[in-house]
């Protein structure tokens, strides 16, 4: 895949393309262009692509580039031959169902670790949210949106003494916690993405008439202000590639490639179990034929165990204002193979829109020397699509009309809403039949009046009073004691 221009130009390897990758650079150098660029090439040669769009500017690859001045200037420029502008086949996906279709998952397929993360919860409440996904898992009971997860919260909390032995303590106030963030994920819209039909990855995964790969393009301007929810779904996403897919060891393209845009949101405050988890999909996911291609203003943004595992690089512009910055830009120099000929260290500095720092793996997966190049302009339209181009890549689509029927089978929250009205009409049951076996009085007899009811208790009074005078006077005669 011809990516760009030194001397000669430089080509990622598809049989090394699995070994994932880094594009790296300060606003505004041409990260998107080049993230682009090698969507756009993947692809050409029947690589479905996943990228989440921040700014919207990928959808344009829905349509064909031309008329971009920049373009045909870089074009003659690099004398690229056989460059043809031409449309990728895309799939548009949001998570809130406007400018793509609908994107869901399940409360229990993102799990309580990725869904603890979205929440921003601290140990000890996480600690409890776990202990009800395995209540719910013990009971059989499903976990599909977000009222099925606040009804099984409020029924641990309401239950917390019966569950405490074998799930540990549920105390009321971190219930409380979790409800609160519950409430501030629904009102950032995101429980839209908790539901059925849930994503099917097959889906992601498909080739148009021409053998080209799908480009699924989720739209991510609104959901990237809920940071912790954005990363949460990427790596949900790259989860679910990770357990369900087969092991292929090394195939001679990808079966798909995945773009993280942003990616220090992913490794921002996360906690030491999730850093594990990505570490260990970046690390295994590639034997399942799954490219991974982090994006990211700063190298210094990605932790080293992961950093390591990054064969391909392209490293543009990077600004050195400040002490951080000038580690950033050393840190990035020694990340490449040394060449004689390049002055990494101020070349990162000094490199133009659309120039970058270029390293790509040789056919035995060694990093070659570093190379300061222009990047090839894609063929697919620079910036967005229209409403009506979106609209249009939509109703074409093959997946058109399933997602957009949301499913709402009994789960979690309807078992125990039907519970708590069994028992409920139980308790009215019972408070009836001992209102029924309560002493009646007699029907037709009138209530007693304010006077009838002192006059009867005088009565009684004096009636029990000579009563008892003439019982003991009966007993003493009996008994033979004195008149």
Known sequence: ????????????????????????????????????????QFSRIGVPVFVADVKGDLSGMSRAGGGNRKVEERIAQLGVENFTLDACPV???????????????TVEELGP???????????????????VFKIADDNGWLLLDLKDLRAIMQHAAENAAQYRIEYGNISSASVGAVQRALLQLEHEGADQFFGEPALNLDDMMQTDSKGHGFINILAADRLYNSPRVYAALLL????????????????????????????HLLFNDAPKSLMEKIEQVVRLIRSKGVGVYFVSQNPLDIPDVVLGQLGNRVQHALRAFTPRDQRAVKSAAETFRPNPEVDVVSAITELGVGEALVSFLDEKGRPLPVER?????????????????????????????YYEKSLDRESTYEILKARAAAS????????????????????????????????????????????????????????????
Do not use: C
Not at 22 to 34: E, H
Not at 374 to 390: Q, V
């Open 1 to 40: 895949m011809r990516i760009a221009k030194s001397r000669n130009f430089l080509y990622l390897l598809p049989r090394m393309a699995n070994r994932h990758g880094l594009i790296a650079g300060a606003t505004g150098t041409g990260k998107t262009v080049t993230l682009q660029v090698l969507a756009e």
């Open 91 to 105: 799939t548009f996906w949001d998570v809130f169902g406007s400018k793509g279709h609908p994107m869901r998952a």
């Open 113 to 131: 670790l990725l869904l603890a993360r979205m929440l921003g919860l601290n140990e000890v409440q996480s600690g409890v949210l776990t202990a």
């Open 236 to 263: 949900w996403i790259l989860s679910e590639l990770f357990e369900q897919l087969p092991e292929i060891g090394d195939p001679d393209k990808p079966k798909l490639v995945f773009f993280f845009d942003e990616a």
């Open 373 to 401: 190049a222009l990047i090839i302009p894609p063929g697919s339209r620079i910036g967005m699509a229209t409403d009506e181009e979106r609209s249009q890549t939509m109703r074409t689509s093959l997946i058109h009309g």
């Open 424 to 483: 409920a009409a139980e308790a009215a049951a019972e408070d009836k039949a001992k209102a029924e076996s309560a002493p009646k009085r007699p029907v037709g007899r009138p209530r007693d009046t304010l006077m009838e009811t002192v006059a009867k208790t005088a009565a009684r009074t004096v009636g029990s009073e000579l009563g008892r005078r003439l019982i003991r006077g009966v007993l003493g005669s009996l008994l033979g004691g004195r008149k």
